[in-house]
């Protein structure tokens, strides 16, 4: 990495203010470092280059006139394909929608523009976000920077990827399953999915559709400072997304890592997910960190009310339903993914569209029976502790695919899991709206970095916040982004 693309966000907003580094020589460092690396991990789709060195030299006569300047003024940043960003394409990982250019900004980007962000391009992410690897016939697989054969974990692969690679220092992500904190595990990096309801998101034509399952927006960062700031900025009440609240407090006030007084139960694998040694291995080595920063730390034997196996099934059906509902919204304006246009769907894609118009209404409804005892659990232990704490993903990494179709395995440790996305730890918390962080804590043999992920009570985001910033204080990753070397890679 150059020195600029080495800057977190925070450091080149500041070397930005204090006219060291100018929007211009940012926006391009970072051109240059997508242009240079790329090619090894796809992390980044569609590059807006035009109108990001548009956007830079007005930034830079801002700078210039002396202008009041936004906490990310002149920061490149990147996009999920999945979200609008207005004027740049975004094919959503889809052949159907591959040269669709949309007329409006997703309000979360919108808020990080406004705060003087610029973006840079759209990042890779599955066909429609519906799987925890990121691969699709449009754009073929992400890779982590960290070994360039294993996947890049989904549906936000791509940003993180483009985070740890030095692209950009932020990138935006959302996580209706673990679309965060997977990819943010694979690729080294830090992510909060924030309680649901603090980042608003305004949904077209359904203003409630994120409800099931709950669906967060966040930035993907390689420092617990920057993510806080990118979902301070992105955080308020907004009237067209009924579940957003306005957020009392600034996560940026947390960062002081100090534990004292908080308790954190450990669970290996949160009552039954068949987790690998060696990552388990990972997790439990960092536990010591949080003691001293003065928590208290237990193990516990905590059990969710339902086999690992049927709360992932529970979780694809709404999934499902969600996907059906898009299906509909997509026929209504002449598009059939099911008729004219199965042919260039991903199967598994079709699969869910087709169980989600299978489920009746009522069935649909009584899966919130089983999701109220997931959240009674986790509320009964948060009575007894601040934090639970137990690994993002089950298995050290996956191979990428031959056939731009990567999915995980099918079994873990002997146990049957999902492939689409059984093999993480990260759904039940989308299921009861937590606040839930990925930090990295080490890597694995081979070489993929393994993530610890840190969950609260609903609306207590400040706690993870809190512990994510006391691990990177003592056991920091910084220093492994400079151990990639994507130029050799993608020669």
Known sequence: MSETTELSATGLAAAVRRREVSPVEAVRAALDRIEKTNPAVNAFVTVCAERALERAAAAERAVTAGAELGPLHGVPIGVKDLDPVAGVRTGRGSLVFA????????????????????????TNTPEFGFKATTDSALHGPASTPFNPAMNAGGSSGGSAAAV?????????????????????????????????????????????????????????????????????????????????????GRLTEELHGDLTGLTVAYSPDLGGYPVEPEVEAAVRAALPALRDAGATVEEVDFRLPL????LTTTWRRYLSV????????????????LGDYAGSIDRGYLDSIRVGDALGAVEFRLEDLKR???????????????????????VSGIPNSDGRDTVGPSSVE??????????????????????????????????????????????????????SAALEARLPWAASYRDLDLDAAAA
């Open 99 to 122: 040269e669709d250019v949309p007329q409006e900004t997703v309000l979360c980007v919108e808020r990080l523009e406004e705060a003087g962000a610029i973006v840079v391009g759209k």
């Open 164 to 248: 740890a690679a030095g692209m950009v220092p932020l990138a935006q992500g959302s996580d209706g399953g673990g679309s965060l904190r997977v990819p943010a595990a694979f690729c080294g990096v830090f992510a909060l999915m924030p309680s649901f309801g603090r980042v608003p998101v305004p949904a077209r034509p359904n203003a409630f559709r994120r409800l099931n399952p709950m669906i967060c927006y966040a930035p993907l960062a390689r420092t617990v400072a920057d993510a806080a700031l990118g979902v301070d900025l992105m955080s308020g009440a907004h009237p067209y997304d009924p579940y957003s609240f306005p957020s009392a």
């Open 307 to 310: 086999p690992h196996a049927e």
């Open 322 to 337: 969600a996907h059906a509902e898009s299906a509909a919204i997509s026929r209504e304006n002449g598009i059939d993914l």
């Open 372 to 394: 109220t005892r997931v959240l009674y659990a986790f509320e009964e232990l948060f009575d007894r502790y601040s934090l639970v704490v137990s690994p993002v993903n089950c």
């Open 414 to 467: 002997g146990q049957a899991v999902d492939p689409f996305v059984g093999w993480s730890l990260t759904s039940p918390f989308n299921l009861i709206g937590s606040p839930a962080a990925s930090v990295p804590v080490g890597r694995a043999a081979n070489g993929v970095p393994v993530g610890l992920q840190i969950a609260a009570r609903r609306r207590e985001d400040a706690l993870v916040i809190r512990a």
